[in-house]
């Protein structure tokens, strides 16, 4: 059984059996104070742009733990020179990897490297498909996500001010149309306090997405 757990902020960990594949691995100055990033042991690190709120402490769990970094080519670039294992793609790129396939989605969002951009990604996990958003606005091209696949969750960042609010994010629902929704990307800082709970009230009611609050620190099976 594969399980999700969420680190507060954009970080979640999936997990099965020996695969731990870590998305934006902010640890050190993230304001939940989960865990350490000596604490986690990924295979794969899944990152989506170059903010240190995303990045975070990714070279440092790659040195450790000789974690695969799946990104863009700018991001993957920034392990590839220090030796560190990575997997360069780029926006519509499709991979198959062991634990399934990964393809990379448009973010709109600063790269935070030179010549990138930032990015999302569809997951397939063990069967699983996940679409985590990364930090973006709303863009009508993710009516084609829900298109070309049949997303059980999406993690969509709710937090306004860097990304999407909650009245986007639930547009952002409606074109992506999957099983469940899991707010990310909030409250890590006044400027992006929100309430999941209203979002999940005001999504329930005009849509059949269920959002799933997965608190700070929460593992959850999929
Ligand atoms: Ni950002
Ligand atoms: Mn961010």
Redesign the pocket.
């Known amino acids: 059984m594969a399980t999700l757990k969420f680190f507060g902020h954009a970080c979640f960990e999936l997990a099965e059996k020996n695969t731990s594949l870590i998305f934006d691995p902010f640890f050190s100055g993230n304001t939940w104070n989960i865990a350490a990033a000596s604490d986690v042991n990924p295979n794969y690190l899944l990152i989506s ?1 170059g ?1 240190a ?2 990045l975070g402490d990714g070279l440092d769990i790659a040195k450790r733990t000789n974690a695969t970094t799946v990104s863009t080519f700018e991001i993957a670039s920034l392990f590839s020179n220090e030796n560190y294992p990575a997997h360069p793609m780029h926006i519509g790129g499709k991979y198959d990897f062991d634990f399934g396939w990964v393809k990379i989605i448009a973010a709109f ?2 790269a ?1 490297v030179p010549g990138g951009h ?1 990015c999302g990604f569809l997951v397939n996990f063990f069967g699983k498909v996940i679409y985590f958003a990364g ?1 973006t606005s709303l863009f009508g091209d993710m009516a084609l996500i829900g298109k070309t696949a049949k997303v059980d969750y999406a993690l969509l960042p709710i937090g306004d001010n ?1 990304t999407m609010g909650p009245e986007d994010a639930k547009e952002a629902a409606k074109l992506i149309n999957p099983k469940v929704v899991i707010p990310m990307h909030y409250s890590t800082w006044p400027p992006i306090t929100q309430s999941p709970e209203d979002f999940k009230a005001s999504v329930e009611k005009e849509t059949s997405i269920a959002v799933k609050i997965v608190a700070p620190g929460e593992k959850i099976e999929l």
């Open positions: 742009h903010h709120d995303h969002h600063g935070g930032a930090d860097f």
